[in-house]
Nanobody
Framework: QVQLVESGGGLVQAGGSLRLSCAASGRTLNTMRVGWFRQAPGKEREFVAAIGWRWPRVVTDYADSVKDRFTISRDNAKNTVYLQMNTLKPEDTGVYYC??????????WGQGTQVTVSS
């Protein structure tokens, strides 16, 4: 059984930084494309960033709203994907989820971690 567990959320002032972690068990993360999504109150879940393989390279993708501020990375030894978030803005507030994608579908989700950015 695959489990994803997010951590690292919290309250931070605008301009600050946080690093989120997505730790996996039951499957190695480098066999999946792993994405970060977020959901603000009253809004739909939206894509933030993803990391995967396009042989022979690791490929990352970002939403336009977070490019140049967020960085997604993976530590295969720890079976963990990270989301480094810099220059945070109040509009980055939301619950952040990591998801594991296999065969084009996000089959696995974590429980989410709250990020709150105060102005």
């Amino acid at each position: 059984q695959v489990q994803l567990v997010e951590s690292g959320g919290g309250l931070v002032q605008a301009g600050g930084s946080l690093r989120l972690s997505c730790a996996a068990s039951g499957r190695t993360l480098n066999t999946m494309r792993v994405g970060w999504f977020r959901q603000a109150p009253g809004k739909e879940r939206e894509f933030v960033a993803a990391i995967g393989w396009r042989w022979p390279r690791v490929v990352t993708d970002y939403a336009d709203s977070v490019k140049d501020r967020f960085t997604i990375s993976r530590d295969n030894a720890k079976n963990t994907v990270y989301l480094q978030m810099n220059t945070l803005k109040p509009e980055d507030t939301g619950v952040y989820y990591c998801g594991g994608q296999v065969d084009g579908t996000y089959n696995y989700w974590g429980q989410g971690t709250q990020v709150t950015v105060s102005s």
